[in-house]
């Protein structure tokens, strides 16, 4: 079992930026990749970015340039820094962390991002 703890998000104006944090605790020591997913209302769960244990990040174009994913894996956390924010990006972000090659997946509780002037 991973537990999965969000924070971070917030309201913040068009061009701001946020960063937010997940914390794992657990069976740490099984997670593959860690991945940053958004909801935005009437809309399906995407995938933001996510990294690998090696470090290996992939991205969704709309974000690219703008988002970094890191990961701290002594401090067993994610982090996505979101820079010049749109208010498209505004959404519920959840954490997502993959155990045993997708076998199993573990969600956090979400977190609200917010950009609107």
């Known amino acids: 079992q991973v537990q999965l703890v969000e924070s971070g998000g917030g309201l913040v104006q068009p061009g701001g930026s946020l960063r937010l944090s997940c914390a794992a605790s657990g069976s740490v020591f099984s997670i593959d990749a860690m991945a940053w997913y958004r909801q935005a209302p009437g809309k399906e769960r995407e995938l933001v970015a996510s990294?690998?244990?090696?470090?290996?990040?992939v991205y969704v174009h709309s974000v690219q340039g703008r988002f970094t994913i890191s990961r701290d894996n002594a401090k067993n956390t994610v982090h996505l820094q979101m820079n010049s924010l749109k208010p498209e990006d505004t959404a519920v972000y959840y954490c997502?962390?993959?155990?045993?090659?997708?076998?199993?997946?573990?969600w956090g509780q979400g977190t609200q991002v917010t950009v609107s002037s």
């Open positions: 990294i690998s244990r090696g470090g290996s990040t």
């Open positions: 997502k962390a993959v155990v045993l090659s997708g076998k199993y997946n573990y």
